[in-house]
Every structure is written in structure tokens, then in C-alpha cells.
């Protein structure tokens, strides 16, 4: 079955960085745009940033934009977000998803303090 494994999550302060990571496992993963997703509490989930299968284009969120940097290793079958200059606003669980079969993993959470 299809398996998504989020990692990376935790707390970090205003201005820091963060990395999540997903595995996935029962796709074929080099065919998959992925995309990273997030739901803070209250709110509906928001889509943050999406890349193609091969990795070569990429679009993010106007949060995002400036800060986030999606990417995927496909020999490793693992999507990247790497955060920067996080905010409080960015407080949410972070979901990783494949465009294609809509999967979704389990979530990680990302708590920034001011």
C-alpha cells in the first residue's frame, strides 16, 4: 500500500529554519508530482509548494514564496521542504501529498515561537 512518512517537524523560534522530509513507498515515486501541504489549527489546509515529477518546476504559495524551497531526491523516493525565516503564522501540521492518487502522510508538526 501506498505510504507517505513525514519527518523534520518540531519547534523552532521566530527567524529559524527547519527541513521536513517524506519518504513515500508504493508508488512509483519518479512519475509522482508531489506537493506539501499544511492546516493550522482552525484553519483549512493550504496547499505551500508543489514540484513536477522530475523536480525541474516547482510553485509555491505566496507564504512561501522567498523562504520555503521544495525539492526531491528520486533515488531516495523523498520530497524535501526546506523552511527559512519562519514565522509564527507558519505554525500548522505539515502534510505531504502526491498530485497523482491524492495520498497523503500522516502529518509533522511545525510549531514556531515569536
Known amino acids: 500500500q501506498v505510504q507517505l512518512t513525514e519527518s523534520g517537524g518540531g519547534l523552532v523560534q521566530a527567524g529559524g529554519s527547519l527541513r521536513l522530509s517524506c519518504a513515500a513507498s508504493?508508488?512509483?515515486?519518479?512519475?509522482?508530482?508531489m506537493g506539501w501541504y499544511r492546516q493550522a489549527p482552525g484553519k483549512q489546509r493550504e496547499l505551500v509548494a508543489v514540484?513536477?515529477?522530475?523536480?525541474?518546476?516547482?510553485n509555491y504559495a505566496d507564504s512561501a514564496k522567498g523562504r520555503f524551497t521544495i525539492s526531491r531526491d528520486n533515488a531516495k523516493n523523498t520530497v524535501y521542504l526546506q523552511m527559512n525565516s519562519l514565522k509564527p503564522e507558519d505554525t500548522a501540521v505539515y502534510y505531504c501529498?502526491?498530485?497523482?492518487?491524492?495520498?497523503w502522510g500522516q502529518g509533522t508538526q511545525v510549531t514556531v515561537s515569536s
Open positions: 501529498h502526491t498530485i497523482n492518487g491524492n495520498y
Open positions: 508504493g508508488i512509483v515515486f519518479s512519475i509522482n508530482p
Open positions: 514540484i513536477s515529477s522530475r523536480g525541474g518546476s516547482t
